[in-house]
């Protein structure tokens, strides 16, 4: 018999006696598990005993699971057919490492499933997208103006973060500012110098003179409180004016985008490019940094299980250039106490660990605000150590190849050297015969 059991942290939660099976065969087993009662990150522990069985090391393994996710960590509504939503929601995936989900508005209460992978049903009724946007994290609204459904105003005016694209003056009163009715269009270059606002350090290597000029722009009126961290010129000559503004009151914070065409930026690619993710990096970190999130993912490791000699990958969205400070300790004993630059791609890698069970704590040495904090572990176990059963029509297939391959019948003929031996052989034997024969 083969004694299974499943331990959530340091509980026996299942227990199940599986029949062996014949050497090189393989098996699969399900085996249901209890509800988790606890609301956090839980770790789940396989262990594996057979009888007679003297290699220890491959009889554990463990995971991680997330009890308090629910949903989709994004929910992207578009509600204006153009050329950003392509690019900004793979962009935004990648920079925030959170889980994404994309709508573009049809009619009749329908929407167009956008996400990356195609499914059977892109077609999706309203109904189910308010549902996604209930269960949503963060929310991001491309194309807001007085015609949107009544329910997306009503959620963009909690306190739920947003990235809200706005598409004429009609609305921006909603969130404090007052700007012209409706935009206008030209050629918007991006000034070089970035005011003061909290995007500054990720995004202050940026050439922003070389970049794509934005389409349009919807001016402010007035002055406002509210930070605006670029500014732009119409056609580099005329009125400045911000094509973005965070709003920030108290817990609620928004990021108001006024101008159209940053789309152009990610399909040049090379440095544009770039500069088209750390912009939305930025933001992003921004908005998750709010107390409406937590604050508590902005430093995560990219996995929760790594081996003994990995070195550890740490995500760091949105705050490239920052300096954070890394706790990491196991059993209340400090392990390792150091402070980080943030790369360009934001990541940061620690050095590799030996097996046991991580917490760890991650704050902004300029403010001490926390910046994440959890678990991981380090483990020895290596799947290497499976014995794989091989396919018979692979290794047939594999000895063909290694016997078709031995006699070079692909090789050139040019690049043997017996057909000029035989050549050379063949001329002398013509020359000799001619020489008997009394030809000169």
């Keep these: 018999q083969i004694e299974v059991q499943i331990f959530e942290e340091e509980n026996l939660v299942a227990e199940e006696a599986i029949s062996p099976i014949s050497e090189g065969n393989t098996s699969s087993v399900e085996i249901s598990l209890p509800a988790s009662k606890n609301t956090d990150l839980v770790m789940y522990k396989l262990v594996v005993r057979i009888a007679g069985d003297e290699f220890q090391l491959d009889d554990q393994k463990r995971t991680y699971f997330d009890s ?31 889980s994404i989900e994309g709508f573009l508005k049809l009619s009749n209460e329908q929407f167009l499933n956008i996400n990356d992978v195609e499914t059977d049903d892109m077609i999706t009724t309203e109904n189910d997208v308010r549902e996604a946007v209930a269960n949503s994290g963060i929310l991001v609204v491309h194309g807001l103006s007085e015609n949107v459904p009544g329910w997306v105003m009503d959620t963009l005016v909690t306190e739920r973060p947003s990235l809200i694209f706005v598409e004429n003056g009609t609305v921006g009163n909603m969130f404090g500012i007052s700007t012209q009715e409706n935009v206008v ?90 500069a088209y993710r750390r912009l939305w990096s930025a933001v992003f970190g921004w908005l998750m940094a709010s107390d409406a999130m ?26 490239v250039g920052s300096n954070v400070n890394l706790v990491i300790s196991e059993n209340d004993s400090v392990i390792s106490d150091t402070t980080i630059v943030i790369n360009g791609e934001g990541q940061f890698v620690t050095q590799e660990l030996t097996p046991g069970n991580y917490n760890y704590r991650a704050v902004a040495v300029e403010n001490g605000d926390l910046l994440g904090d959890g678990r991981f572990s380090v483990e020895n176990h290596s799947l290497e150590w499976l014995t794989r059963p091989g ?25 043997f050297v017996s057909p000029y031996l035989i050549l050379i052989l063949l001329l002398g034997m013509e020359w000799i015969g001619r020489r008997q024969g009394g030809l000169r």
């Design 68 to 98: 308090t996710h629910s949903g989709n960590d994004i929910v992207f509504l578009s509600f204006q057919p153009d050329w950003e939503p392509r690019f900004l929601l793979p962009a935004l995936k990648d920079v925030s490492g959170l």
């Design 185 to 274: 269009e030209g050629e918007w270059y991006l000034e070089e110098n970035l005011k003061p606002s909290p995007l500054a350090a990720t995004l202050s290597d940026i050439d922003f003179g070389s970049l794509s000029p934005l389409s349009t722009v919807l001016p402010l009126t007035g002055s406002s409180n509210h930070v605006a961290p670029l500014e732009s010129r119409q056609n580099g000559l005329g009125q400045v004016q911000p094509p973005l503004v965070l709003v920030n009151n108290g817990e609620e914070r928004k990021v108001l985008v006024l101008a159209a065409g940053f789309w152009r930026w990610a399909s040049r690619g090379g440095s544009s490019g770039i």
């Design 294 to 319: 937590g604050n508590t993912g902005l430093v995560e490791p990219e996995f929760r299980i790594w081996g003994e000699d990995d070195l550890v990958l740490w995500e760091t969205p949105g705050l």
């Design 391 to 415: 396919d018979l029509r692979s290794i047939k297939n594999d000895q063909g190849i290694a016997i078709s391959g031995s006699g070079d019948f692909n090789r050139p003929l040019h690049t």
